[in-house]
């Protein structure tokens, strides 16, 4: 016997139906013995529809009656799957994020969770009962409904799996696990076994978007052992109740993967935007009067590379933003312009950043120079580059993205079984 938690995305409680075939997936795990405690998002679009009506309210909504109109399609979902679940014979019932409770900051409509109070449902499991328990939402220190930020029933269930010492969080969703690279663009990208924390996070970040990037940080934090399978398969089908070696991918610890690739995938970043300042002043204290007000404005930088000063008092500083914040980034730099004390400013928009990710790259060398190789072999040209233990990212013209791509994962060979 374990306890599981299962989330189930937009997609899969999309309807009734739906829902429906989401209670056989429930029931199998409760026949088999396990304790169970399930999360559900709203139906897909639901939440999009709620967050346009609050706009339409109020242009300049109050977050609070925000959180409370947003969280209402967890709500219902949570309650029809407990119907379906007492419907074929399963003692189940709704948790709000309230009642548990699901204690967060008081960051409404991007609340982090502080605190979760698993006692109550694991009683219940020694009853017999699963919870099902609403996605996406939590109590803020102001006694009202908070919202985890879009994506965040992802993060809910990490953080009841933690609380409630769950032995997996599965995680079923529209895709049946994580891929080397991004199928559409390689159709021999091959799903994954296993991938570690770290890999996941980073291809989370670049948009891998299977898992919310906060609840990957928090299954590395808490080592919540975090499954990614499909809600679309037959409930019954043969293996999917295979508790050690069910289909899908297992995010874990690198030290449960015992044949580690050098490299595990490929991500993608669209919509980059290069930025250059040209022969700007090399003294103490510039770097902080560029990326400081950059920040304030809450634009993301990214790649940042600084010359080597040619005669010791004029540098170059190139960096990247997302292609939407450019026409924001250039109006907070002029504003900055006798501060920092540049000659021009450059921009270039649609570029790509493709990332190399695997923490076997800790320990081999050359992984890099492979990569520039092929590149090259086809004629595309690198803009920037940069590095971490455990990833390469080269930014280039965004009409390479998928040459590049599929190149990269075949000199790794990520397309051979
Ligand atoms: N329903 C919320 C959203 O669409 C939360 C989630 O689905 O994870 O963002
Ligand atoms: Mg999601």
């Known amino acids: 016997m374990a306890r599981i938690v299962?989330?189930?995305?937009?997609?899969?409680?999309?309807?009734?139906?739906?829902?429906?075939?989401?209670?056989?997936?429930?029931?199998?795990?409760?026949?088999?013995g396990h304790e169970v405690a399930v999360v559900v998002s709203a139906m897909s679009g639901k939440t999009n529809e709620l967050v346009a009506w609050t706009r339409d309210a109020s242009p300049m909504h109050d977050a609070r009656e925000y959180d409370a109109v947003v969280a209402s399609g967890?709500?219902?979902?949570?309650?029809?799957?407990?119907?379906?679940?007492?419907?074929?014979?399963?003692?189940?019932?709704?948790?709000?994020?309230?009642?548990?409770?699901?204690k967060t900051d008081n960051a409404h409509g991007a609340a982090r969770i502080l605190e979760i109070d698993g006692s109550e449902l694991i009683r219940r499991f020694g009853e017999?009962?699963?919870?099902?328990?609403?996605?996406?939402?939590?109590?803020?220190?102001?006694?009202?409904?908070?919202?985890?930020?879009?994506?965040?029933?992802?993060?809910?269930?990490?953080?009841?799996?933690?609380?409630?010492?769950?032995?997996?969080?599965?995680?079923?969703?529209?895709?049946?696990?994580?891929?080397?690279?991004?199928?559409?663009?390689?159709?021999?990208?091959?799903?994954?076994?296993?991938?570690?924390?770290?890999?996941?996070l980073e291809m989370a970040s670049l948009g891998?978007?299977?898992?919310?990037?906060?609840?990957?940080?928090?299954?590395?934090?808490?080592?919540?052992?975090?499954?990614?399978?499909?809600?679309?398969?037959?409930?019954?089908?043969?293996?999917?109740?295979?508790?050690?070696?069910?289909p899908g991918t297992l995010i874990c610890d690198e030290e449960e993967i015992l044949e580690q690739e050098v490299v595990t995938g490929i991500?993608?970043?669209?919509?980059?935007?290069?930025?250059?300042?040209?022969?700007?002043?090399?003294?103490?204290?510039?770097?902080?009067?560029?990326?400081?007000?950059?920040?304030?404005?809450?634009?993301?930088?990214?790649?940042?590379?600084?010359?080597?000063s040619e005669d010791g008092s004029k540098t170059d500083m190139t960096f990247t933003v997302p292609s939407g914040d450019v026409d924001k980034a250039l109006k907070v730099l002029n504003d900055?312009?006798?501060?920092?004390?540049?000659?021009?400013?450059?921009?270039?928009?649609?570029?790509?950043?493709v990332s190399v990710i695997g923490i076997g790259m800790r320990s081999h060398a050359g992984v890099a120079a492979s990569a520039f190789k092929a590149l090259a072999e086809k004629g595309i040209n690198i803009k920037a580059i940069t590095t971490s233990e455990i990833?390469?990212?080269?930014?280039?013209?965004?009409?390479?993205a998928e040459l590049a791509v599929r190149t990269l994962h075949s000199v790794y060979g990520l397309d051979k079984s």
């Open 336 to 353: 900055q312009k006798d501060k920092v004390g540049f000659d021009v400013i450059q921009n270039e928009s649609g570029l790509v950043k």
């Open 391 to 400: 990833k390469i990212s080269i930014l280039i013209d965004g009409a390479y």
């Open 128 to 200: 017999g009962q699963v919870a099902v328990v609403a996605g996406f939402q939590g109590l803020g220190p102001d006694n009202r409904i908070a919202t985890l930020g879009r994506g965040g029933s992802d993060t809910s269930a990490v953080a009841i799996a933690a609380a409630i010492k769950a032995d997996r969080c599965d995680i079923y969703t529209d895709v049946d696990g994580v891929y080397t690279t991004d199928p559409r663009i390689e159709p021999k990208a091959k799903r994954l076994k296993k991938i570690a924390f770290e890999e996941m």
């Open 6 to 32: 299962m989330k189930f995305g937009g997609t899969s409680v999309a309807d009734m139906d739906r829902i429906r075939n989401v209670a056989r997936h429930v029931k199998r795990e409760v026949d088999a």
């Open 74 to 102: 967890e709500q219902v979902t949570s309650g029809l799957l407990a119907l379906a679940l007492q419907n074929i014979g399963i003692n189940a019932r709704s948790w709000q994020g309230w009642q548990i409770p699901i």
């Open 267 to 308: 991500a993608y970043a669209k919509d980059e935007a290069q930025i250059s300042l040209r022969r700007l002043a090399d003294r103490p204290g510039v770097s902080a009067a560029i990326f400081g007000p950059l920040a304030e404005a809450h634009i993301n930088v990214d790649m940042i590379v600084q010359n080597i």
């Open 208 to 246: 891998a978007k299977v898992l919310q990037v906060r609840s990957v940080e928090l299954a590395m934090v808490f080592k919540v052992r975090t499954f990614v399978r499909s809600s679309f398969e037959d409930p019954d089908a043969p293996g999917m109740g295979d508790f050690l070696n069910p």
